[in-house]
């Protein structure tokens, strides 16, 4: 039997939520568990996911539409299987239903009693002679037409536009198939993972983002001094997994996983490190970073770049990271979006050092500065408990000095 | 007989001529052909469309009648049935309703009452309408061409342009039974090209004014007028509007009506007559019972209001179709709001 797709009661309150993006489209296969689409409440914007898997037909609800808790949004119809009917009714409210995500309705609300009028009431669908016609002759599901005409008919020109616009996929796609001349690449096993992984980070994590400017005229002196001094070449980015380790054990809620519903703060701060190996992109890891010297920070990040050219790294080196860094700057980039590294919260995306004009007391001075921007799971932080972690950050890198 | 090609011609001719024209040239082929009616001698008829024919034909085939329409049409189908071939006159249409018996229930019946044995080939003239005729009043302003297109046995023929309007009347005059040939008063002094060359053209054939893909319009008479003008003025906003004028009302051409909806899916009828029992009431049903498989909007009507004709000009104004209620109605059946 199909599965129903319908909004699920999120709070206790909960009458209607708004259609933020569906994630899967009309006709595509999804699975059980998947996440179907984003709901928006006034508290806060959840992923629904798929009860069953098959094919995802029959939207009815789109995007950025306030839906009534309990409407049946589209079916997951499995192989042979027929939709229910061409006529969408308003489902019946159903209290087991919607126990199911464990939210248990506990007070009869506006929704019930207009549902309950109106369950005997069907909503048709206008389709003018002409078009029924056409989408026999062209074995159209009906699903897929939205009407133009008064009441939302569907009218000839509604066919003939769909009629248009599957004409000018398969040209695309024939285009793209078979006339287009290609060079096959396969993609590298840590290809396929960090594809899969961006996948679920940029469909199931609502990221937001926040940048600072800064000066690293400070970190270029201390950099200039432990040379001197002692001999010691300490990387930039060294030098940023040690500031950023010990930014994130004051504000350890951006070390975190969000798990069942429940936050994960990591007692451990390791500290990943986005790096381009032949085969793809990887983050090794800096384990306890807030416990380890500069030097042995420097040794580390040695060792990793050793590894990513020649024969890559071990699973312990790429496993338990709390946070990532992506450093662009040796490629020139000024600054840029870095996805999260699910699960973990966020990850800090560092563009190239470059010399600004600042002013420095009320007269231009020129000072080399670079841009952080990082990236943050809405579900576990808001802008206001991730900006006293990068403003932190900030400050620790203009004034090196004051790293223990 | 063959169809002069209308576009090599240039010759132009009001309607009223090409009526004149029409009777002039069956009256001289037959002495047969007889004009009766009011004034139809010197004056030429109500409106001056038969002058100078008694000056040609003589009384033997042009005679005036006393103002008794019910006498008048029982004295043609008494000619009719001994051997004449009378065409009559009608002042305005509005008075046929006086003859109605003897239209309707006598001529319209004598070749089926009789079994074939004898026929009545009458034309009966009616001037009708109303537009520029501006304060004709309730009795001078009808379209009453309903009445007669429910009549079993009677033609019914309306044309809305001086060639059709010779083409047709020849036919009429040839036709071995009754025809209700209907002018419109308001067209008379329209001109239009007519060849020299004779032409006949034949009752039940409609005519496409205009080709189009967008919508087929059915218009008829004066509306022709209209719907024309109308469908320039959609062109630039991407209507191309296809016109029929079915010419001969009964029997209608809906064979040609089927054709055009099933290519174009949407149906827009005008008549001037009231809307209520008027004649595009029946093709629209024709088209619905045949082509509803291809329609994309429903049928919508351009019509009278259900009203005596006022005197007053404003409100005269009021009752017909025209054009901006046309192309009204042609932007909703083509979803175009």
């Known amino acids: ?404 | 007989m063959s169809m002069p090609d209308k576009d090599i011609s240039t010759r132009k001719l009001s309607y009223l001529m090409a009526i004149r024209e029409a009777m002039q040239e069956e009256m001289r082929r037959d002495k047969n052909v007889i004009l009766f009616g009011e004034d139809v001698e010197r004056h030429g008829g109500g409106f001056g469309v038969s002058k100078e024919l008694w000056e040609e034909f003589g009384d033997q085939q042009v005679r005036n009648m006393p103002i008794s329409e019910n006498c008048m049409a029982g004295l043609a189908l008494g000619a009719a049935m001994t051997g004449c071939r009378p065409i009559l006159e009608f002042m305005f249409m509005d008075f046929s309703a006086l003859a109605i018996d003897q239209i309707c229930n006598e001529a319209a019946k004598i070749h089926y009452m009789y079994g074939g044995q004898t026929n009545a080939p009458i034309v009966y003239r009616c001037p009708q309408g109303g537009l520029s005729y501006k304060s004709a009043g309730a009795h001078h302003s009808q379209s009453l061409e309903a009445w007669y297109v429910h009549v079993p046995g009677l033609k019914v023929v309306f044309p809305g342009t001086p060639y059709d309007a010779k083409g047709l009347l020849k036919a009429a005059i040839c036709d071995p039974n009754p025809v209700v040939f209907i002018e419109h008063k308001a067209l008379y002094n329209n001109e239009g090209i007519v060849p020299e060359d004779e032409y006949i053209i034949p009752l039940g054939k409609a005519d496409v004014k205009r080709t189009g893909s967008s919508i087929t319009v059915i218009a008829y008479g004066y509306m022709l007028q209209f719907a024309l003008e109308a469908a320039e003025k959609l062109m630039p906003e991407g209507i191309d509007v296809e016109i029929i004028d079915p010419r001969t009302l009964n029997p209608f051409d809906e064979e040609c009506f089927f054709e055009s909806v099933r290519k174009t899916h949407r149906v827009v009828l005008i008549q001037e007559a009231c809307r209520t029992g008027g004649v595009t009431a029946e093709w629209g049903m024709r088209i619905e019972e045949e082509c509803f498989d291809w329609l994309d909007a429903p049928i919508v009507r351009v019509a009278g209001e259900d009203v005596p004709i006022p005197y007053a000009q404003s409100l005269e104004e009021k009752v017909w179709p025209n054009i901006s209620k046309i192309i009204a109605a042609i932007k909703n059946v083509c979803y175009f709001n």
């Open chain 1, 1 to 404: 039997m199909a599965t129903e797709v319908y909004m699920p009661r999120l709070t206790h309150d909960m009458t209607k939520g708004r259609l933020l993006r569906w994630l899967k489209n009309e006709g595509d296969t999804v699975n059980q568990g998947d996440v179907l689409f984003e709901v928006e409440t006034d508290k806060a914007v959840s992923g629904v996911l798929a009860e069953a898997s098959g094919r995802l037909l029959s939207i009815t609800y789109h995007e950025n539409q306030e839906v009534p808790v309990g409407a049946i949004m589209a079916f997951i119809v499995e192989e042979g299987e027929e939709i229910p009917s061409m006529i969408v009714s308003m489902p019946q409210f159903n209290a087991e239903q919607i126990s199911r995500i464990d939210h248990i309705p506990t007070e009869k609300t506006q929704y019930e009693e207009d549902n309950n009028q109106g369950s005997s009431s069907k909503r048709r669908l206008f389709v003018t002679p002409i078009a029924r016609k056409l989408i026999r002759q062209h074995n159209i599901s009906i699903d897929q037409l939205k009407g133009s005409g008064p009441r939302g008919k569907i009218i000839e020109a509604d066919i003939l536009q769909y009629l248009r616009q599957q004409e000018n996929r398969e040209t695309v796609i024939n285009v793209a198939q078979s006339e287009l001349e290609f060079e096959l690449v396969e993609l590298s096993e840590i290809q396929r993972i960090t594809g899969q992984r961006m996948i679920q980070s940029a469909t199931t994590i609502p990221q937001f983002m926040l940048e600072v400017d800064v000066s690293t005229e400070g970190v270029f002196h201390l950099r200039e001094f432990l040379k001197a001094q002692l001999g010691i070449d300490i990387s930039f980015t060294s030098f940023l997994v040690k500031a950023t380790a010990s930014s994130l054990k004051l504000h350890s809620r951006l070390n975190a996983s969000l798990v069942d519903g429940h936050i994960h703060i990591y007692k451990q701060i390791n500290i990943g490190v986005a790096t381009a190996t032949n085969h793809g992109l990887v983050a090794p890891v800096v384990h306890n970073a807030d416990t380890l010297t500069l030097a042995q920070i420097q040794e580390r990040i040695d060792y990793f770049q050793r590894q990513a050219g020649s024969k890559g790294f071990t699973l312990q080196d790429l496993s338990g990271g709390t946070f990532t860094i992506s450093n662009l700057g040796m490629y020139g980039i000024d600054r840029f979006t870095a996805l999260i590294n699910p699960p973990e919260a966020a990850i800090l995306a560092v563009g190239r050092i470059h010399k600004q004009v600042a002013l420095k007391d009320d007269h231009p001075v020129e000072q080399q500065m670079l841009t952080l921007r990082l990236s943050v799971d809405h579900r576990i932080l808001d802008g206001a408990t991730a900006a006293p972690f990068l403003i932190d950050l900030k400050k620790t890198i203009e004034n090196p000095n004051s790293i223990s």
